[in-house]
C-alpha cells in the first residue's frame, strides 16, 4: 500500500478517526500497533515476523543491558543485538552479493567452486527498520536513554507504519517519549501535516512519475545516446530521486503529524548546498546523522588525526553507499561521496579557503556559484552509478559525457527540461532553511490559501496516477 | 482536537483550518472544471454516431475506440455498403466498454466491432471503463481470468479515481491535459489569435496528415516510453478484455452477421511492445476465430499496403492516409461476404 494510492487514503482515514474515538491511551496504542502491522502485511504478509523477531531480540537486549551492572556484559548485549540486526541484513540483502564476490575472487586463484546463488527474498523496508531498531540498544548501551519498559510501546516505535517502509529513520530517544502521554495534532500542526502530504504528492506524482518514463528510457541503453540527452538523463535522475524519496518522506512526516506526531526532518534542500559537507546534511538527514553518530564517530571521527579521519569518512561513506543496495554501483556512489567529503576537507584547511569565504571577499559571490556548481556536478555524477544497471554501463555514460558525445539518437525531454526549470525555480526562491508546514500555519488565510490551491491544482491537473512505486522501497 | 485562538485574525485555529481547507478544495475543484472545459475533455463516455439511411436493409451495430474514429471512414462504408451503421464511440475503448453499446442496440441486424492489439492490450486502460463496466463485472472478468494481484489493484483502482473524476475532471489525465495544452498552442501559433474554433477544432479525422515516418528519433523514443509507461511495460491479452469480447461475440451472432475488424498498429508500436507480445496477441485472435467460426474476421493488420509507420499519425492511429487505404479495403471485403 504505497502512500500515493487510495487504498492507503481509506486506510489513513480509517486509522485517524477510529483512534480518534477510543478512549484509552493503552488501547489506542494497541490500535496503532496492529494497523500498523496491518500495513506491513499488505506488503508481505509472512515478513511481519521478521519485524516482530527483530522487535522482541532488541527489546530484550535493552532490557538486559538495563539490568546488567557488568559493563562486559552490558557490551555483549549491544554487540549480540547488532549482530543479529546486521546478521538478518546480511541474510536477506547481501548474501548473492556476498556469494558472488567470493565466487569471483576464488576464481581469480584458479579455483572454480560452483556457483552459489540464492533464492533471495528481500523483506520491504528491512534497511529501515532494523537500523532504526539498532538505534534503540546503541543508545540504551550509551545510557543516552533509559530502556523502554512497555513491550507494546517498543514494537510501535519500530513499526510505525509512516516510516516503516522507507524511513525517516527516526531514532528512540525521539520517538519513544513522544508515547509516554497522549498526543493529539492541534489545528496548526493538522494543516502543516495536510500541507506536507499533499507537498510529498505533487513531488511524486506530478515531477517525479512524470519524468520517470524518460529517465528509464535513457537509462535503459545509454550507449545509443547522445552526451546532451545523457546528461538530460543524469540531470532528470537527480530530480526524480530527489522528488521522490523527499516526496515519501514529507508524506511520511506529514500522515505522522496529521496523528500527532513528530518526525525529524529528512530533507533540507539538498541541491542548494554550496559544499558536499552541506549536501549530506541536508540530504536524507536520518541516514546521515544515523552514519555519523553510530558509525563515523564510533570509528575515532576526526579525534584520531587527520589521515584516519579521512579514512573514516571513506569507510563510513563505503558503507553507506552499500547500505543502500548490494551492488558495486552503490559502493562505489558512496566512494565518490566520500572523495567529495575528503577533498572538501582539504579544500578547508588550506589557505585558500579564507579568500573565498569571507562574505567581503571580492570572489565570494564567484566562489559561491563556482562552490554550488562544483558540488551540483560531484552530486549529478555519482548519481550516474546509483542509477545505471550495471558499472560497465555507468562507465559508458560518464565516458559519453566527459567526452561529449555527439553521436546517437538525440532526445529533447519536455518533461525533464520542465522539472530541472521548476526545481530550480524553486531552489532559487526559497529559503533552503524554511519550514514551510510550521511556518504557514501561522500565516494570514490568503498567504496560506494561495500556495495550497497551487499544489492542489498541479496535483488535479498533472498528477500521474499509474506511476513507479517509490525508489526507496527497494532498499 | 484542542482549539486555539489566533491572535491575528480573531478567528479561532478551528474555523481558520476549516476555512483554509474548504477554499483550497474549492479552489481546485474550480481550477480542474475549468480546465477540462477549456480543453475540451470528453466527458461523455459513449458518443453514438449515425451513418447511412436509417431505413437501410441492414442495421449495424459498430463500436470502436478513438483507433476506429481515426482508421475508417464511417460514412463511405455506410454510403458504399448500404448499410445504416450506428457506431458508439468510446475514448481509448476496449470491448470490456463495447458490452454497453451493445446492450443498447437491441435492434441491429449485423455488428462491427473495432479492435486493435491496442485496444486489447489489457495493460491499457480507457478513463471510460467504470462509467460503462460495472464493479461487479470488473471482479468477476478479474477472477475468471486468474488475472495477477498487482493488476487486480490496478484494474480496480480505476473506480475511485472515477468517482474522484466527478469532481475534479482532469484528475488521473495527466497526459490529455498536456496534449490538451500543446494543441491550444499549436492552435495559437496557426491562427495567430484566441478563439479560431474552425483551426481549434483541428483534431478532425480528415486533418490527421502527420506520419510517424516523419518523426525524428528522439520524438518517437519519447512517445514510446510515455505510452509504455501508461501500460506500466504490462502487455498481455487474456484478462477481462478478452472476456468481454467473447461475450460480445456470443450477443452479436444470435442477432445476425458479425464483423470483426482488426486495425493495425504502426511498426514501430510493434518494436515498443516486443515479439512476444504479437505473438499471444495472435494466439488470443486466433481463439476467437475459431470460437466463432461464422464471424468475418478482416485482418486489416495484415494488409501490407498499412504496415508503414507512413500511415500512422501517432504510434496507434492511423492518418488519412491509412484511412483511405483500410476503408476501401474493408468495403471491399464486406461487400465480397
Redesign the interface.
Same mark, same amino acid.
Given at each position: 500500500m504505497i502512500f500515493t494510492s487510495f487504498e492507503f487514503l481509506i486506510f489513513f482515514g480509517l486509522v485517524w478517526s477510529i483512534r480518534s474515538r477510543i478512549r484509552s491511551f493503552g488501547a489506542e496504542k494497541w490500535f496503532l500497533l496492529v494497523a500498523s502491522y496491518a500495513f506491513y502485511m499488505t506488503w508481505n504478509a509472512p515478513c511481519v515476523l521478521l519485524i516482530i523477531g527483530s522487535s522482541l531480540m532488541d527489546y530484550t537486549a535493552g532490557r538486559l543491558m538495563g539490568s546488567a551492572r557488568n559493563p562486559h556484559r552490558r557490551r555483549l548485549f549491544l554487540i549480540g543485538s547488532v549482530c543479529l540486526n546486521l546478521g538478518m541484513l546480511a541474510y536477506f540483502k547481501y548474501r548473492n552479493f556476498f556469494a558472488d564476490n567470493i565466487w569471483t575472487g576464488l576464481s581469480l586463484f584458479g579455483l572454480r567452486p560452483p556457483p552459489l546463488h540464492f533464492r533471495v527474498f528481500l523483506p520491504v523496508g528491512i534497511s529501515f527498520f532494523t537500523f532504526q531498531s539498532m538505534t534503540y540498544t546503541i543508545d540504551v548501551y550509551r545510557r543516552k536513554i533509559e530502556p523502554c519498559r512497555n513491550l507494546r510501546d517498543f514494537l510501535l516505535f519500530v513499526a510505525f507504519f509512516p516510516q516503516l517502509i522507507a524511513g525517516p529513520i527516526v531514532r528512540a530517544a525521539e520517538f519513544l517519549p513522544q508515547l509516554a502521554a497522549r498526543r493529539r495534532a492541534t489545528w496548526k500542526e493538522l494543516e502543516g501535516g495536510l500541507y506536507l502530504f499533499l507537498l510529498g504528492a505533487v513531488k511524486k506524482m506530478v515531477i517525479s512519475d512524470q519524468i520517470a518514463p524518460q529517465v528509464d528510457l535513457i537509462f535503459a541503453d545509454p550507449g545509443r545516446f547522445d552526451a546532451f540527452t545523457l546528461v538530460q538523463g543524469v540531470l532528470g535522475y537527480s530530480i526524480q530521486i530527489y522528488c521522490d524519496f523527499s516526496g515519501y518522506s514529507d508524506m511520511a512526516i506529514g500522515c505522522a503529524r496529521i496523528l500527532g506526531f513528530h518526525f525529524p526532518e529528512n530533507f533540507m534542500m539538498p541541491y542548494a548546498s554550496r559544499n558536499i559537507t552541506e549536501f549530506w546534511r541536508r540530504w536524507h538527514i536520518t541516514l546521515s546523522s544515523w552514519l555519523r553518530d553510530y558509525l563515523y564517530i564510533p570509528l575515532g571521527g576526526n579525534r584520531k588525526g587527520v589521515t584516519r579521519t579521512y579514512v573514516n569518512l571513506m569507510l563510513t561513506m563505503l558503507l553507506g553507499g552499500l547500505w543502500h543496495g548490494a551492488s558495486w554501483n552503490f559502493i562505489i556512489w558512496g566512494g565518490v561521496h566520500g572523495l567529495g567529503l575528503v577533498v572538501h576537507k582539504l579544500w578547508c584547511a588550506g589557505p585558500w579557503h579564507g579568500w573565498t569565504s569571507r562574505r567581503r571577499s571580492p570572489l565570494a559571490p564567484l566562489a559561491n556559484l563556482c562552490a554550488h556548481a562544483a558540488t551540483l556536478t560531484l552530486v549529478c555524477g555519482a548519481w550516474i552509478f546509483f542509477r545505471a544497471q550495471t558499472f560497465p554501463a555507468a562507465r559508458q555514460m560518464l565516458m559519453s559525457i566527459l567526452t561529449l558525445k555527439h553521436s546517437g539518437d538525440r532526445v529533447t525531454s519536455p518533461f525533464i527540461l520542465a522539472a530541472i526549470a521548476g526545481v530550480g525555480l524553486v531552489h532559487v526562491f526559497q529559503s533552503k532553511d524554511a519550514k514551510l508546514h510550521e511556518t504557514l500555519p501561522d500565516a494570514g488565510l490568503f498567504a496560506r490559501i494561495v500556495p495550497y490551491a497551487v499544489l492542489l491544482t498541479l496535483l488535479a491537473l498533472f498528477a500521474v496516477v499509474d506511476g513507479a512505486p517509490f525508489i526507496y522501497f527497494q532498499f | 482536537?484542542?482549539?486555539?485562538h489566533s491572535v491575528?485574525?480573531g478567528l479561532s485555529?478551528?474555523r481558520?483550518?476549516w476555512? !483554509? $481547507?474548504l %477554499?483550497?478544495?474549492v $479552489?481546485? $475543484?474550480g481550477?480542474?472544471q475549468l480546465?477540462a472545459r477549456w480543453l475540451g475533455f470528453q466527458t461523455i463516455a459513449m458518443t453514438p454516431y449515425d451513418y447511412g439511411a436509417g431505413a437501410a436493409p441492414v442495421r449495424a451495430f459498430a463500436a470502436s475506440s478513438s483507433l476506429g474514429y481515426y482508421g475508417l471512414d464511417w460514412g463511405a462504408i455506410a454510403t458504399n455498403t448500404g448499410w445504416s451503421i450506428r457506431r458508439y464511440d468510446i475514448p481509448a475503448g476496449s470491448p470490456c466498454e463495447m458490452e454497453a453499446g451493445q446492450e443498447l442496440a437491441t435492434n441491429a441486424t449485423a455488428s462491427i466491432l473495432v479492435v486493435s492489439a491496442f485496444d486489447l492490450d489489457e495493460g491499457f486502460f480507457s478513463e471510460f471503463r467504470c462509467a460503462l463496466v460495472p464493479l461487479g463485472r470488473t471482479f468477476q472478468d478479474l477472477r475468471e481470468s486468474q488475472a495477477s494481484w498487482a493488476f487486480s489493484?490496478?484494474a480496480l483502482?480505476r473506480y475511485?479515481?472515477y468517482w474522484l473524476k466527478q469532481v475534479?475532471p %482532469?484528475?488521473?489525465s495527466?497526459m490529455g !491535459?498536456?496534449v490538451g495544452l500543446r494543441s491550444k498552442a499549436q492552435a495559437w501559433r496557426r491562427s495567430g489569435g484566441p478563439s479560431d474554433k474552425a483551426v481549434l477544432n483541428g483534431s478532425q479525422a480528415q486533418e490527421k496528415t502527420e506520419r510517424v515516418c516523419d518523426w525524428?528519433?528522439?520524438k518517437l $523514443?519519447?512517445n514510446?516510453?510515455?505510452l509504455?509507461?501508461?501500460a506500466?511495460g504490462t502487455h498481455f491479452y487474456s484478462g477481462p478484455k478478452h472476456q468481454s469480447l467473447r461475450r460480445i461475440l456470443d450477443r452479436a451472432r444470435m442477432r445476425g452477421r458479425v464483423v470483426v475488424v482488426v486495425l493495425p498498429v504502426s511498426p514501430a508500436y510493434h518494436r515498443l511492445v516486443g515479439d512476444k507480445s504479437a505473438t499471444e496477441f495472435e494466439t488470443s485472435l486466433a481463439g476467437f476465430e475459431r470460437d466463432f467460426p461464422t464471424a468475418q474476421f478482416v485482418r486489416l493488420d495484415r494488409l501490407k499496403g498499412l504496415s508503414d509507420d507512413c500511415n500512422f499519425w501517432d504510434l496507434v492511429h492511423l492518418n488519412v492516409y491509412g484511412r483511405a487505404i483500410a476503408t476501401r479495403e474493408l468495403e471491399q471485403r464486406l461487400a465480397a461476404r
Open positions: - | 482536537m484542542r482549539p486555539t491575528t485574525s485555529a478551528r481558520q483550518f476555512i !483554509v $481547507l %477554499t483550497t478544495a $479552489l481546485g $475543484l481550477a480542474s480546465t489493484k490496478r483502482s475511485p479515481e475534479f %482532469t484528475a488521473g495527466s !491535459v498536456l525524428d528519433q528522439g $523514443l519519447r514510446a516510453a510515455t509504455n509507461a501508461s506500466q
